[in-house]
């Protein structure tokens, strides 16, 4: 079975964000995600808020969140005053932070800390108690639903830490031998922990384009391997590159610079060393069909959502052709 997402980032109107999220549900999409980087964007969750209560199915989250520009408490009770009102359609999409650190010239946080918060917004958004340097927490008007935590990452660490603690992991690309390499470590860290791996929800996010026009169709979308490439370099830094594929490693070798206020933006210099088979691993352009075979590809490496990073200008677009000539075919098979 695949469920498929959106994700917005929120530099539009709310309204329009409402009216993405009403048609996204129409056309069959299980899923509603938002960027969180209060500097660049719209806060989140306002319009989350918006979004959820003016849809019925659809469940909601942030993709990604993260536990130094937001307090972990502070997100446990925002999670559940959100499932309060929408009868627990709320998810955490929860990472070290990228964009919402950088801008304020500040380091993505520790994997300790992501673990420490991912379990304690977890629990407190739940209903549940938790510890909080060293003291009993709880929030008693909490309703006790689940709140699943899906953790976004792309190194060893941060992969084999969802296989410990999450209900989902977040990889951002749609290349299925990228997604195959990190459920490796995804497998380790939850085999590790006495877990089954086969109940961790994979999701693989990344911006699309459908079009048989492939020139025009990868400059929409060619700031997607951009954005990706901060995290590569982190890696890069924190690994022996003789440890990480050479297919996520390699493209960055003429990468300049990346400037965070052209973060996501079609169009951006911050994409200038992209080349075009990066963009087609990464991202999936093409006519209906060429979408169609990497969806089934995703489905094979194990992929459980695709989530569409909903954010080239022609969304109510990509919405339309995606639930008339895409979706359909993959709940037909899963039914």
């Not at 080349?275 to 069909?289: A, H, L, N, Q, W």
């Amino acid at each position: 079975m695949l469920n498929f997402g959106i994700t917005l980032k929120l530099e539009m109107a709310p309204a329009r964000a409402v009216a993405l999220a009403q048609q996204a549900e129409e056309a069959g999409f299980g899923y509603g995600w938002v960027f969180d980087s209060h500097v660049l964007w719209l806060d989140p969750y306002p319009v989350l808020t918006l979004m959820a209560t003016s849809t019925q199915r659809m469940r909601f989250g942030t993709c990604v969140t993260n536990p130094a520009t937001r307090d972990p408490t502070v997100t446990a009770s925002t999670l559940a005053t959100l499932n309060l009102m929408t009868g627990g359609r709320i998810e955490l999409g929860i990472g070290r932070g990228d964009s919402a650190q950088r801008v304020l010239n500040r380091k993505p946080t520790s994997v300790a800390a992501l673990e420490e918060s991912t379990l304690l917004i977890k629990a407190l958004a739940s209903g549940q108690e938790a510890q909080l340097d060293g003291h009993p927490l709880r929030l008693d008007w909490a309703e006790p639903y689940d709140v699943p935590a899906w953790i976004a990452g792309y190194g060893p660490k941060v992969l084999s830490l969802a296989g410990r603690i999450a209900d989902g992991v977040i990889l951002q690309f749609a290349d299925p031998n990228l997604i195959r390499w990190c459920l490796g470590f995804v497998r380790a860290g939850a085999e590790a922990a006495g877990r089954d791996f086969k109940r961790i929800k994979v999701q693989a996010a990344a911006p699309v384009w459908v079009a048989d026009d492939l020139a025009y169709a990868r400059e929409r979308v060619r700031w997607f391997p951009a954005l990706v490439s901060n995290h590569v370099v982190d890696l890069i830094n924190k690994y022996d590159p003789r440890d990480l594929p050479p297919e996520l490693t390699s493209y960055v070798r003429k990468r300049e610079g990346y400037d965070y206020q052209h973060h996501a933006e079609v169009g951006s210099a911050n994409a200038d060393f992209v080349s075009d088979e990066v963009v087609d691993r990464f991202c999936i352009v093409g006519p209906v069909e060429a979408h169609k075979r990497r969806l089934r590809d995703l489905i094979e490496a194990g992929v459980h959502q695709f989530n569409i990073y909903l954010m080239n200008g022609e969304e109510e677009a990509c919405l339309d052709v995606y639930g008339r000539e895409i979706i359909p075919d993959f709940v037909a098979a899963s039914a």
